[in-house]
Antibody
Framework: QVTLKESGPALVKPTQTLTLTCTFSGFSLSTSGMRAGWIRQPPGKALEWLARIDWDDDKFYSTSLKTRLTISKDTSKNQVVLTMTNMDPVDTATYYC????????????WGQGTLVTVSS | QSALTQPPSASGSPGQSVTISCTGTSSDVVYYKYVSWYQQHPGKAPKLMIYEVSKRPSGVPDRFSGSKSGNTASLTVSGLQAEDEADYYCSSYAGSNNYVFGPGTKVTVL
């Protein structure tokens, strides 16, 4: 059974760096073909893909947010970490972690999401 | 502004069918056969319902079907049931390891 759970601060101040952790079970990111990613959803708005990391440590980022994002993994802990720098109120959103199919074209399991509010 | 376009709402009576559209561009829906659909109940994690335009993951009822024509993909829910009431999101691979989503459609079972 594949499960994912996001954790991190519920509130961050503008200009701060956000660090989110996704702890998962039921698969390993050291297995060939495995991938995981982050997606966010501002309140009442559309989902937005942020980043992806592959089993071989390849990393891919949203073009519009590339300069602010870093994704990493700790295979021993079954975790994926996302950092986003220079947070702004427009970054207020629910952040989801998801596993990707080996084809890398869709997200087959999602976490429940964690709401992050950016406010002073 | 979303990269994909969906109607904000759709509805149907139990037993009826409802179809949700997802309109993209030549950079995503038109070019790739990698459209997926996700169901989300309030406060719950999104659930994959359709991948690669029309394929159903194991465990998804065959009442859910997907198709694509030109720049528009569609999700049809046949034989609507109360538990189908949820938000539905489409997504498409957009090349160069990028992914786009629609804004979601709220399906109401009347």
């Amino acid at each position: 059974q594949v499960t994912l759970k996001e954790s991190g601060p519920a509130l961050v101040k503008p200009t701060q760096t956000l660090t989110l952790t996704c702890t998962f079970s039921g698969f390993s990111l050291s297995t060939s073909g495995m991938r995981a990613g982050w997606i966010r959803q501002p309140p009442g708005k559309a989902l937005e893909w942020l980043a992806r990391i592959d089993w071989d440590d390849d990393k891919f980022y949203s073009t519009s947010l590339k300069t602010r994002l870093t994704i990493s993994k700790d295979t021993s802990k079954n975790q994926v970490v996302l950092t986003m720098t220079n947070m702004d109120p427009v970054d207020t959103a629910t952040y989801y972690c998801a596993r990707m199919d080996p084809s890398g074209t869709y997200f087959d399991y999602w976490g429940q999401g964690t709401l992050v509010t950016v406010s002073s | 502004q979303s990269a994909l376009t969906q109607p904000p709402s759709a509805s149907g009576s139990p037993g009826q069918s409802v179809t949700i559209s997802c309109t993209g561009t030549s950079s995503d829906v038109v070019y790739y056969k990698y459209v997926s659909w996700y169901q989300q109940h309030p406060g719950k994690a999104p659930k994959l319902m359709i991948y690669e335009v029309s394929k159903r993951p194991s465990g998804v009822p065959d009442r859910f079907s997907g198709s694509k024509s030109g720049n528009t993909a569609s999700l049809t829910v046949s034989g609507l049931q109360a538990e189908d009431e949820a938000d539905y999101y489409c997504s498409s691979y957009a090349g160069s390891n990028n992914y786009v989503f629609g804004p979601g459609t709220k399906v109401t079972v009347l």
